[in-house]
């Protein structure tokens, strides 16, 4: 399994970044994919999920903000993150639980300026 983020940068509050993240290795189209982040001193969390039917859910703190998307195509993950705020600030992971083993790409940075 091969999971490769990108798209994290600095951005102002209130401002939008799109993270992609593509995969490789497994069965893209029938696997669930999410999105986890990590702030600074905090445990690592799940932001949010979209189904192999694109049924998306999400973490309360970022509803109606985040959409997260798929394309079965390029066998990438997207989240697009709107009205950012300085707690968003966080190290961003794709995820994806194959053959009961969760893996995790690198990770890419937001940074969210007040």
């Known amino acids: 399994v091969q999971l490769q983020a990108s798209g994290g940068g600095l951005v102002q509050a209130g401002g939008s970044l799109r993270l992609s993240c593509a995969a490789s290795?497994?069965?893209?189209?029938?696997?669930?994919m999410d999105w986890y982040r990590q702030a600074p001193g905090k445990q690592r969390e799940l932001a949010a999920t979209i189904t192999s039917g694109g049924v998306t859910n999400y973490t309360d703190s970022v509803k109606g903000r985040f959409t997260t998307s798929r394309d079965n195509v390029r066998n990438t993950v997207y989240l697009q993150m709107n009205s950012l705020k300085p707690d968003d600030t966080a190290v961003y992971y794709c995820?994806?639980?194959?053959?009961?083993?969760?893996?995790y790409g690198q990770g890419t940075l937001v940074t969210v300026s007040s």
């Open positions: 290795g497994f069965n893209f189209r029938i696997n669930t």
């Open positions: 995820s994806v639980l194959y053959r009961n083993r969760r893996s």
